[in-house]
């Protein structure tokens, strides 16, 4: 434990941050599906957007594990303004920072990283979701540049974002052999938002989906190993998953502090709900995956930071802290009743936006089999 509070500097802040800059928006937020502009420059401001990201790049110059904090305690006030963090700092951050060159990461992350730049990460296809290695968008290459086409779905931040991390099969093949990386400028031409999807939670995060006709796209913007893409996505989506359930973990920490209190308070049967026993067990309960979630996430995030292998941790972690948010929210509507139902109380807003944490950058079944192939490996 003595590690851990290594971090509750960063917590502290952080949590400061949230109380009193990001929950009192989060029921607006959500209501008007947007996450107002000035939130975001306040973001980029106090380094949550760069926290990554060294210093001589324009970053804070945090570790993954503080990114993850960050994440988790930002989503306690707004999940949607969490997965604005994540997204842009898990999956287009991190992959350029990892397999870019150095004038990539001198051209692209001092913008990132301030927030004056959103980035986004496109992978997921209409017909390419769990199943990412049968994506069919293609990159022709054209001699000076790459010419790419194809539709992109789920995206998040797809409508803000300036900077997307598109994956393209430069050679065509039916499995996940030859799909190659692209750091593409939103703005050029043929690069269009088509649609942004009505959610059921995370209603001001930005879920795009994305039409490329051919966009051209420059040699020296091919980010790694030509056609070894689809490694570059599985190994930033295993960081990625951290920052998920960070998210996760966040929305149930609101959720349970909530009925944790409304319980103390909402007196029936002439006592406070909390003297029943039926209750104490499940805020027990919900105690007890909150700190489970945390040391699991901790857990990743360190082996990260020390550069040792974490793919099967980061699904321990994603899985654990998602199904576990979605217990917690639902356990909270029933602490909290009737009310819990309704509009007028958050919990609502806990339970739509938990159940997101379980589908996106891997369902629960796509971490299982992350950790079973994992675990056969090891003994083989
Ligand atoms: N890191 C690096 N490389 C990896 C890897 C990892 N963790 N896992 C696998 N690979 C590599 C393998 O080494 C192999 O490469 P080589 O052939 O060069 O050796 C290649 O990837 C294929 O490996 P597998 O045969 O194990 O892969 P698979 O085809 O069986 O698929 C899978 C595995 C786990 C099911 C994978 O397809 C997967 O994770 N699917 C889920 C996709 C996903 O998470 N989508 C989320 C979309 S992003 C999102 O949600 C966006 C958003 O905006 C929030």
Redesign the pocket.
Known sequence: MSVMHDYQEIRDLVAKFTDSEVAPLGAQIDREGKIPESLVKMLGENGFLGSYVPEEYGGAGMDYTSYSIIVEEISRGCASTG?LIS?HTS?CIYPILAYGNEEQKKKFLPKLASGEHIG??C??EPNA?????SLTTFAEDKGDYYEITGTKN????GKEANIAIVFAKTTKTD???GISVFIVDTSAEGFEVMKCEDKLGIRGSS?AQIALDKVKVPKENLLGVYQ?G??I???T??G?RIG?ASQALGIAEAAFKYALRYSNERVQFGKPLSNLQAIQFMLADMSTKIAASRLLIFESSQLKDKGLPY?KQSAHAKLFASESAMWITTKAIQICGGNGYTKEYPVERFFRDAKITEI????SE?QR??IA?SELKEIQ
């Open positions: 997965v997204a999956l986004c990460f992978l997921s979701g769990s199943d990412a290695g789920f995206i998040t931040n499995n996940y052999k879920t070894k689809f490694s996505a599985m190994g989506l295993d990625g998920i793919s996106y950058e891997g369902t796509i089999i992350v192939t």
